[in-house]
């Protein structure tokens, strides 16, 4: 009985402690600042420079170009 009045005891402090967290600003900049960080890599990822003129070529005589394919579809 006491040992599960100690686990309630340390939840209810850790969900106490997330709330005085989240609710300061500071902690919101800096977490939003850190998955733009993680996801920068996947979000700038660049074409190489073959696959970058064809897909200039396929938009600049009016093509879709197909991201999954790598190729330009004419309709």
């Known amino acids: ?3 599960a009045l ?3 005891a340390v939840i209810l402090g850790l ?3 997330g709330v ?3 609710r300061s600003p500071s902690f919101w900049i800096g977490l939003v ?3 733009i960080q993680a996801a920068l890599p996947i ?3 660049r074409m190489d420079p073959e696959d970058e003129a ?3 070529k396929c938009m ?3 093509g879709r170009w197909d991201m999954q394919k790598k190729k330009c579809i004419y309709k």
Request: proline residues 0%; positive net charge.
């Open 54 to 56: 064809r897909w200039r």
């Open 15 to 17: 969900f106490a402690g």
């Open 60 to 62: 600049a005589t009016g």
């Open 6 to 8: 100690l686990i309630g």
């Open 20 to 22: 005085l967290v989240a």
């Open 43 to 45: 979000i700038a990822k």
């Open 33 to 35: 600042t850190v998955m």
């Open 1 to 3: 009985m006491l040992e």
